[in-house]
């Protein structure tokens, strides 16, 4: 089985920034796609890196968030600047086939 742990979520300011991390654990083999989507209400892609390493982000996002890997392949990371409360929301990593708990990102106005 694959354990995802995410971190990184809290409160900001319009404008602000936050770092989003997910790292995996357990039976990890190879390398996968990593995606971040957000709940608010329905879940939405915001980005995917794919493991070539290309990428595609939701159109909301574009410009302002940056999906990473960490170079032991096992950790994902989401940087968003330019925060806007419209991206308040439970951010969860999906990678190995598995979700994270979530991250609750809140943008206030």
């Known amino acids: 089985q694959v354990q995802l742990v995410e971190s990184g979520g809290g409160l900001v300011q319009a404008g602000g920034s936050l770092r989003l991390s997910c790292s995996a654990s357990?039976?990890?083999?190879?390398?996968?796609?990593m995606s971040w989507y957000r709940q608010a209400p329905g879940r939405e892609l915001v980005a995917r890196m794919f493991?070539?390493?290309?990428?595609n982000y939701g159109d909301s996002v574009k410009g302002r968030f940056t999906i990473s890997r960490g170079n032991a392949q096992n950790t994902v990371y989401l940087q968003m600047n330019s925060l806007k409360p419209e991206d308040t929301g439970v951010y969860y990593c999906?990678?190995?086939?598995?979700w994270g708990q979530g991250t609750q990102v809140t943008v206030s106005s």
């Open positions: 999906n990678m190995f086939g598995t």
């Open positions: 357990g039976s990890i083999f190879g390398i996968t796609a």
């Open positions: 493991p070539g390493g290309s990428t």
